[in-house]
């Protein structure tokens, strides 16, 4: 009888090669502009990352991290992003609380602005990561050459190239951009097979992944203890420490709203993201210089010394590092949720082992940060990926799997950390 049903079932027809073979070249030069304009933005945050926090500080006389240095810089930062998308042409575009990982492309005259907005919050603290406007960037740039040099391609071709090219980038690997075009086109009615349909934004995040790969040598292992054997333990740790992450997660999914609310009543950009930046300041200051900034290299020193702090140290490092992003993402900052959500549930992970030692550190981080990654994104496969690439550890995915279900049945159908314009959540 199934086998019946699926000789009977309709299968649709694949694209001939002739069809998919000029996709190859536009993906390729998308996926490597993708990559070298990220590339570049993060290179030019970093060099002036080190000017705001080791050269002036060194030559004023001030402690790197000092409290006084960190609400001097991070209010800084707020006056000068509020300047930014207040006077710069195009504003840096939407309120980024409205904004995910996918982005319709944005006119060219937004995208300086954006740009400038990012480098400036990369350099200077907030607790966001680069991923959300540099989608948006790249989505708008190949967008618009795009319709420009070969306008009989469809502009919506260009806008999944780039954006898969750019999570490509990110990642440092094309799995993750499959696993979101995979995603994104469950439940749509696909013209062709679903390979035919990832032909061209892989090979464009292959083009994206390589190029900083070869550039900028990426790795997201922790190096942390190698995982062995799972026991019947290990898979009651994993099911609590997910399950506890994506409840704390959600924690900040219903306070955003209400925060984005009180920032949104200010009525101007200038002072919401100036008091926003004095909140960071003052986070910064009682989390430590560890909850600053997108979190990636900071979550990679928490790793290097699983022991080295008590488990109430690094959970409060996870609710400090946690409200830093809401804030963040609350008052204006342009800048996405995945890498400082990384880092809350990486320290949360670890916590969880300090506290109770039978919870092995790859499987807490790993878990901890599924978890927490399930609330903030909703990207299912995404979180998977991130847990599972940050412990290089084979044997965690079943766990990780079974572990993802009851997180994913707390967090599903519920609102999300993102907001339409009217300032209600996205469900």
């Not at 696993?179 to 994206?208: H, K, M, T």
């Not at 910064?284 to 699983?306: I, Q």
Request: proline fraction near 8%; include cysteine; aromatic fraction near 6%.
């Amino acid at each position: 009888m199934a086998s019946d049903t699926a000789q009977q079932a309709p299968t649709a027809p694949a694209a001939p090669a002739r069809a998919l073979l000029p996709l190859i070249l536009p993906a390729l030069l998308v996926g490597v502009g993708s990559s070298l304009l990220f590339l570049g933005v993060s290179e030019a945050a970093e060099a002036l990352q080190h000017v705001l926090w080791r050269n002036l500080p060194d030559a004023l006389g001030v402690g790197r991290y000092s409290v006084l240095w960190m609400l001097v810089v991070l209010t800084a930062t707020g006056v000068a992003v509020g300047l930014v998308v207040w006077k710069v042409p195009g504003h840096a575009g939407p309120d980024p609380a409205t904004l995910g990982l996918a982005a319709a492309p944005m006119p060219p005259v937004v995208l300086p602005g954006l740009l400038l907005a990012t480098a400036l919050m990369l350099a200077g603290g907030p607790s966001l990561g680069p991923e959300n406007p540099i989608i948006a960037v790249n989505v708008g740039l190949a967008f618009w050459l795009g319709g420009r040099l070969a306008p009989r391609m469809p502009g919506g071709l260009w806008a999944a190239l780039a954006e898969a090219a750019t999570i490509g980038a990110l990642f440092g690997t094309p799995v993750a951009a499959a696993l979101v075009i995979s995603e994104a086109l469950a439940g749509r009615q696909l013209r062709g097979l679903l390979w035919d349909n990832v032909f061209g934004p892989l090979v464009a995040a292959g083009a994206g992944a390589l190029t900083t790969t070869l550039v900028a040598h990426p790795t997201f292992d922790l190096q942390l203890p190698a995982f062995g054997r799972p026991g019947w333990g290990d898979l009651l740790s994993a099911l609590v420490v997910a399950s506890l992450a994506a409840v704390l997660g959600m924690c900040a999914v219903y306070a955003f709203p209400y925060v984005h609310g009180a920032f949104r009543r200010l009525g101007h950009p200038m002072p919401a993201l100036t008091l926003g930046g004095l909140v960071l300041g003052l986070l910064g200051a009682l989390g430590g210089h560890l909850t600053l900034f997108k979190g990636l290299d900071e979550v990679a020193e928490l790793a290097r010394d699983p022991e080295g702090r008590s488990a109430g140290a690094f959970v409060g490092m996870a609710v400090v590092k946690l409200a830093a992003l809401l804030v963040a993402a609350s008052c204006g900052f342009r800048g996405g949720r995945i890498f400082p959500a990384v880092f809350v549930g990486a320290a949360f992970g670890l916590g969880a082992h300090t506290l109770v030692p039978a919870v092995h550190p790859a499987l807490g981080v790993a878990t901890g940060v599924l978890g927490m990654l399930l609330a903030v994104t909703r990207q299912g496969w995404v979180s998977l990926f991130t847990a599972a690439v940050l412990v290089s550890s084979p044997e965690i995915l079943a766990l990780l799997c079974l572990a993802s279900l009851p997180a994913w049945l707390l967090v599903t159908g519920r609102p999300q950390m993102q907001l339409r314009a009217d300032g209600t959540p996205v469900r």
